[in-house]
């Protein structure tokens, strides 16, 4: 099991940028795949983008492919989201999650195991 704590969440105008953290406790760290997911008011929960174990290989949602980038940092057990050109549409709540025994480009949420609370992203139009 690891732990998830997201910051970085806030208001940012649309076409602005920001940069969520999520930090992880554990040794275990490198042995998950990790994936960012968002939550909209009166939407379903939504697929981000996922990194692998080693971080040399990410997987993104159509919707922000070319605009974010995940990365990760297994010595510090950090896993971040670089959000640019962001739109009104990327409101929501992010949370990162980790995934221990599925394939690293699983977007199915029910394949994480562990989930932060969430940061809140707010774009205004």
């Known amino acids: 099991q690891v732990q998830l704590v997201e910051s970085g969440g806030g208001l940012v105008q649309a076409g602005g940028s920001l940069r969520l953290s999520c930090a992880a406790s554990?040794?275990?760290?490198?042995?998950?795949?990790m994936g960012w997911f968002r939550q909209a008011p009166g939407k379903e929960r939504e697929f981000v983008g996922a990194?692998?174990?080693?971080?040399?290989?990410?997987y993104y949602a159509d919707s922000v492919k070319g605009r974010f980038t995940i990365s990760r940092d297994n010595v510090k057990n950090m896993v971040y989201l670089q959000m640019n050109s962001l739109k009104y549409e990327d409101t929501a709540v992010y949370r990162c999650?980790?995934?221990?025994?599925?394939?690293?480009?699983?977007?199915?949420?029910?394949?994480?195991?562990?989930w932060g609370q969430g940061t809140q992203v707010t774009v205004s139009s």
């Open positions: 999650a980790a995934n221990f025994f599925h394939p690293a480009d699983t977007v199915i949420a029910g394949h994480y195991d562990d």
């Open positions: 554990g040794r275990t760290f490198s042995r998950y795949a």
């Open positions: 990194i692998n174990r080693s971080g040399g290989s990410t």
